[in-house]
Every structure is written in C-alpha cells, then in structure tokens.
C-alpha cells in the first residue's frame, strides 16, 4: 500500500529529477574540497542567505551542534527557548559535546522569545555567573505550530544581541518556509543572524543534509569542528546535487504545501471530536486536539488512521501535528478528511 504520510516534512523522497541528477552529478573528495557539486552547493546556499560561506552538513542538529561550537567555549551560556528542537531535541548535544549552558526562557504564544525575558536573562559581569555568549531563535518554530517569526522581530533580536556583544544563531530547518509564507526573500530574514542552519531534507526534499551559513572564518573553523564530529564526507556530490534542486526548485513551491496545509486544515474543522487551533495554519504544520470525551485517544486513532493509509505521528494522547509537504496533493487531502470522519465516527 502507497501511504499518505503525514508525520513529518523529513519523510519527503527525492523527486524523479533528484535521483536523475544524484545518478549524473560530477564528484570528488569533500574532505579536500574537491568535489565541484557540493562547492556549487555551498556556494549557492551562502548567496541566496546573503552570507559569505556555507558548509554541507549530514544533519541540521550537526549544524547546529557546529554553530554553537564554534560561538561558545565550554562553560558558556547560550539563550534559548524552552520549545526550541536545539533545546529539547537535539540529545543535550550542546551540554554533553561542548560544554555549552542552556538558559532557556519561555516562548511565547507566536513563537518568539520576548525582548523583555531576553534583556534579563544576558548574565552580568560576576565571578559567580556563567558568560553569556549566543542568542538563538528559531524559524518557523516548530511547537508553537509553525509559525515564522518577521524581519523586524529578527532585526530586534539580532540589535538586542550585538548591542551585548553577543553572537545570533538562527535554526533556521524551515527558513524557506518561513520566507515564503511571508513573501519576503530568506535573505532578509536571516540578514541580522551570524549563522544559519537550514534543511534540504524536509520540504525542500533532499533525502539527506542540512547547511550551515555564516562568515568565512565562521565557516572554516565549523569544517575543522565537522571533521572532529566524523561529518566529513567524501563524494557527497551525490546529496548536493538534490540539494541544488532544493534551493533552484524546491524553495520556490512552499506556498503549495502551506495552501494544502490551510485546505486540510478547513476540511478537519468539519470533523466532529477534533478541535483544531485557532487562526492556524501558518505554514506546513496543522495541530489539533481530540475533542473532550473522545472514544479513542491519539495512538489508537492513529492505528485506525494507519489502517486506512494515512500515518500520523501523535505529539501527545490528545495531540496530532499533521505536515504537510511535496508528496502530499489534492487527492490526499480529501482522502485524509474523510479518514478521520469514518474512524472518528
Ligand atoms: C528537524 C529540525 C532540526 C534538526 O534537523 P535534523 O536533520 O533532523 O537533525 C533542527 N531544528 C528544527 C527546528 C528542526 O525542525
């Protein structure tokens, strides 16, 4: 049975001109960076961010876990939010590889950290306290339902950080759709940022590798950390080029997956016994909740739903996120409607 596959963006196959061009692409040695895809690749990815250099990662938590080890000696102090993947799904990485102090303040509603949590949280100068080093937000934000966060949001954070002297990643995994739901280019967003890490593999389809963005020297110390990480690869032209495609293609289409997302989401708040968030989607994610007193709870309506074809991943017992990407269309999302009305029912 061909599944209609709704648990992550991550889950995206390479399309058929991917694998056409993974068969073609020209490779060599990346370690020695010799391999023309991948240097067309980060070459590419640092100018539609508007920095000067960018490094292929096999993960975005690599890159991540890179960003925050090149920015912060061990025992330094890093600002993020309680709902942040850096913060809550990247294995404690930070802590555990670099050393790196989580002070994580609560994210609001809209997924960003308040000016007035950040100010307070920059630790003074005092022989008991940590030193504060990196402030780092994330675009969309993922548990606040997807939401992207503005250019102007971003240009305070990064205002507010340097007027510390401290340094502003972005986690940036869906950057692109950030960009897109807003209809402002990626370059504006993370123009404040010192670094960025996004995902080719979510929905920009690549089936491996996220980037890293940032300075030269920024990018060139990351390389020395990647290969200490064992995240030197060799002819990994292979990935880069379905990751050209993702940035030539892929990032131009995302306004179909957040259509999708907006249409499912109009066809589930039909469905008697979920309840879904007000005002939401924004972009590819759609959260809902089983309505009180349902007959089943979020595993089992998954095991129904699994039945039928369609795979959810529940966020809770009462909690679905749904997201959308490129292989779901139309079709899918009558069949997903009436899937959660047949079972719920
Ligand atoms: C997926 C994701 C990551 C990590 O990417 P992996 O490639 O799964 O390691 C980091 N941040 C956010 C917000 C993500 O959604």
Request: glycine share 8%; with cysteine.
């Amino acid at each position: 049975m061909e599944f209609i596959d709704l648990r992550s963006d991550t889950v995206t196959k390479p399309t058929p001109e991917m694998r056409e061009a993974m068969a073609e692409a020209e490779v060599g040695d990346d370690v020695y960076m010799d391999d023309p895809t991948v240097n067309k690749l980060q070459e590419k990815a640092a100018e539609m961010l508007g920095k000067e250099d960018s490094l292929f990662v096999p993960s975005g938590t690599m890159g991540n876990l890179l960003a925050l080890l090149v920015h912060c000696q061990r025992g330094d102090e890093v600002i993020v939010g309680d709902c942040s993947h850096v913060y809550l799904n990247e294995a404690g990485g930070m802590a555990a590889l670099g050393g790196i102090y989580p002070h994580a303040i609560k994210n609001q509603i809209d997924g960003t950290l308040a000016l007035d949590d950040i100010r307070p949280a920059i630790q003074s100068e005092n022989v008991h306290h940590t030193i504060t080093r990196l402030v780092c937000i994330e675009n969309t934000q993922n548990v606040c339902g997807g939401v992207p966060l503005t250019v102007e949001y971003t240009r305070a954070v990064g205002k507010l950080a340097h007027g510390n002297h401290l340094l502003f990643h972005i986690d940036g995994a869906r950057i692109f759709n950030a960009a897109a739901a807003q209809n402002v280019s990626v370059k504006e967003l993370v123009e404040p940022a010192d670094s960025v890490m996004f995902c080719l593999s979510k929905g920009l389809c690549s089936p491996v590798g996220s980037m890293l963005v940032g300075s030269k020297k920024f990018i060139a110390r990351a390389r020395h950390l990647r290969k200490m990480l064992g995240g030197g690869m060799r002819q990994v032209g292979v990935l880069a080029a379905a990751g050209l495609i993702s940035l030539e293609k892929m990032s131009k289409r995302l306004g179909e997956d957040h259509a999708r997302a907006k249409k499912l989401a109009d066809g589930l708040r039909q469905v008697e016994g979920l309840v879904l968030d007000a005002g939401t989607p924004f972009t590819n994610m759609i959260y809902f909740d089983l309505a009180d007193g349902a007959r089943m709870n979020a595993f089992q309506v998954t095991e129904k739903m699994k039945e039928r074809g369609i795979l959810l991943d529940p966020d809770t017992d009462r909690r679905f996120r749904l997201v959308t990407h490129y292989w779901i269309d139309d079709a899918a999302v009558g069949k997903i409607v009436e899937a959660f009305v047949k079972v719920l029912n």
